[in-house]
C-alpha cells in the first residue's frame, strides 16, 4: 500500500470534471435530504459522505492513487489540530456539566434579574469580546457553548436563538479580528498590511453587529417555540466556583496561548478545582465496567461526546483534497474572468466564486487562499481598484458563509455541544443557522455594498488615469 502519494501525479476521473463533482455531489444531496427530513445530525452525515467516498474510488482511473490522496486530506495538520481540540474541548465541556456551573450561573442570572429576554444579546456581546481578543471562530464556540447555551435555555430564552448567538459571536471575532486566519490570508493574498484591512472593513462589521443586537433582543423567545421556564429549585451558588475553568481558557487565548496548550491546561484545572471543590467524585474520571465491556467517565465521554463531528469532518476533509487535487478549483476560478463587464459585476463574480468555495472547504482561509491570486487579478489589475477591496469582500463574505452553511465546522460544533450540555435542543441545524443575525446581517451588508459601491476605492493604477 502506497502510504505516500506522488503530488505530481494528476488524479483523473472517468467522465472527466463530472466524474470528479460526482462524489460531491452525492454528499451534498445526501445532507440536504436528511435536512429535508428533520434528521441533519453530524453522525447521519457519516452516510453521505461514506457513499461520497465509495463513489470516488469507484470512479477514479487510478483507486490507489485516489485512496492515497483522501487519507492525505484526512492527515493535514489544519484537521489534526481541529480534531484534538475538539476532543479536548468535550472534556471541559463534560466537567463544567458535571460539576454544576451551569447551574450556578443560573442561580446568578436569577439572582441578579437576568431574564431568557436579554441572555442572547448579552451572549452575543460578551462572546463577541472573547472572539475579538482572540480570532478564533471555533476556540468561541467551545469555550462559551456548553456553558452560556444551557444558562440561556434555563432561563427562557429560545433555543435556536441563544446558539445563532454563540455562533454569530464566533463569526463576529472571525471577520474582524486582527490575528484571524482569515484576516491574515486575505491581508497576505492581496499584498497589504493586516491593520489596513482591519481598519477598512470596520464599517461593515458595525453596521453587521449592530443589526445583529437589534435581532437578538428582538427575536430573543420569537423564532422557535419559546425557552424552556427556569427550574429555580435546581439553581445553586455550589458550581460557580469552576467558572475560574473557562475564565483561564479565556485568558490563554487572549494571550496568544496555542489553543491545545490552552485546553489542557484548561482541563486539568478543572479536574483539579471539581476534586478539591467536592464537585466531581474521583470516580468518575474514570468508570470501567468489565462486566459489560463499556467504559466511561468524564474524561471517556468528552472525547465520546465529539466523535460524530470528528469523523464526518476527517471524510469531508479528504474529499476537499480530491477536488483540490483534481484541478477542480483552479479551473473554477479561471472561469470566473469571463464575467467581467464592471466594477460591480467583477465583485459579484468574486462574491459567488467565494460562496462556491465555502461550500465545497467548509474553511475559510482555505477559501481566500483559494480565491486570493484570482481575486488580485481580477479587481487590482483588471478593474484598477484597491487591494484593500479584495481582502476586505474575501473575508467578509467567507466568514458570513461559513456562519449559514449548515455542515460548517462552526454551526454543526455549537450544535454538538448545545446537544451535550444537558439543555434540551429540540431545534435542527437549519433553524439554529436561520438565527445566527450576525451572518445574514453581515452577509446583506457585503452585498449592498456591492450592489451600491459602498466603500469601494480605485487603486493605485486608476488613481493615475
Known amino acids: 500500500m502506497s502510504t505516500e502519494p506522488n503530488a505530481a501525479a494528476p488524479l483523473r476521473f472517468r467522465g472527466g470534471t463530472f466524474g470528479l463533482l460526482l462524489p460531491f455531489a452525492v454528499l451534498l444531496s445526501g445532507m440536504l435530504l436528511l435536512a429535508a427530513a428533520g434528521k441533519a445530525m453530524p453522525a447521519a452525515f457519516w452516510v453521505p ?21 483522501l487519507i492525505q486530506g484526512m492527515a493535514s495538520e489544519m484537521v489534526a489540530t481541529m480534531l484534538l481540540a475538539w476532543f479536548l474541548a468535550g472534556i471541559v465541556a463534560q466537567l463544567m456539566k458535571e460539576t454544576g456551573l451551569v447551574e450556578g450561573l443560573t442561580w446568578l442570572c436569577i439572582s441578579t434579574g437576568l431574564g431568557g429576554r436579554v441572555f442572547p444579546l448579552v451572549a452575543f456581546l460578551c462572546g463577541s469580546f472573547l472572539s475579538l481578543a482572540t480570532g478564533m471562530a471555533l476556540g468561541t464556540v467551545i469555550a462559551l457553548a456548553p456553558i452560556l447555551y444551557p444558562v440561556g435555555v434555563a432561563l427562557g430564552a429560545d433555543g435556536p436563538v441563544m446558539a445563532g448567538a454563540i455562533i454569530s459571536a464566533a463569526c463576529l471575532g472571525d471577520s474582524a479580528a486582527p490575528m484571524s486566519d482569515t484576516t491574515i490570508a486575505a491581508a497576505y493574498t492581496q499584498g497589504v498590511d493586516v491593520g489596513a484591512v482591519v481598519r477598512a472593513r470596520l464599517r461593515y462589521v458595525l453596521a ?37 475553568v473557562p475564565a483561564l481558557l479565556a485568558v490563554m487565548m487572549c494571550r496568544g496561548v496555542h489553543l491545545i496548550v490552552a485546553l489542557v491546561s484548561a482541563a486539568a484545572a478543572g479536574i483539579a478545582l471539581g476534586l478539591a471543590s467536592g464537585l466531581l ?21 468528552g472525547v465520546q461526546s465529539l466523535l460524530d463531528i470528528a469523523v464526518f469532518a476527517l471524510l469531508l476533509m479528504g474529499l476537499v483534497n480530491l477536488l483540490d487535487k483534481g484541478g477542480f478549483f483552479r479551473r473554477l476560478v479561471n472561469a470566473c474572468s469571463h464575467f467581467i463587464q464592471s466594477d460591480r459585476t467583477c465583485e459579484l463574480s468574486a462574491a459567488a466564486l467565494n460562496v462556491a468555495l465555502c461550500l465545497l472547504t467548509v474553511a475559510s482561509s482555505v477559501t481566500i487562499m483559494l480565491e486570493g491570486p484570482i481575486a488580485k487579478k481580477l479587481l487590482v489589475e483588471q478593474r484598477g481598484l484597491s487591494p484593500l477591496r479584495g481582502a476586505v469582500l474575501m473575508s467578509g463574505i467567507s466568514c458570513a458563509a461559513l456562519g449559514l452553511i449548515p455542515y460548517a465546522f462552526a454551526p454543526l460544533l455549537t450544535y454538538m455541544l448545545a446537544g451535550r450540555s444537558g439543555a434540551p435542543v429540540d431545534f435542527s441545524i437549519g433553524q439554529m443557522v436561520l438565527c445566527n443575525y450576525y451572518g445574514w446581517a453581515l452577509a446583506l451588508v457585503m452585498l449592498f455594498s456591492i450592489l451600491t459601491g459602498w466603500g469601494r476605492a480605485p487603486g493605485a493604477s486608476r488613481k493615475e488615469h
Open 49 to 69: 459522505a461514506l457513499a461520497a467516498v465509495a463513489t470516488a474510488l469507484a470512479l477514479a482511473k487510478d483507486p490507489a492513487h485516489c485512496a492515497d490522496l
Open 208 to 244: 453587521a453587529a449592530a443589526i445583529a443586537a437589534v435581532c437578538f433582543f428582538v427575536f430573543a423567545g420569537a423564532a422557535h417555540s419559546g425557552g424552556t421556564p427556569v427550574d429555580e429549585g435546581s439553581a445553586s451558588p455550589r458550581g460557580l466556583v469552576m467558572l475560574a
Open 281 to 301: 467524585p474521583f470516580e468518575r474520571l474514570l468508570v470501567v465496567d468489565a462486566a459489560s465491556f463499556t467504559v466511561g467517565g468524564v474524561l471517556v465521554e
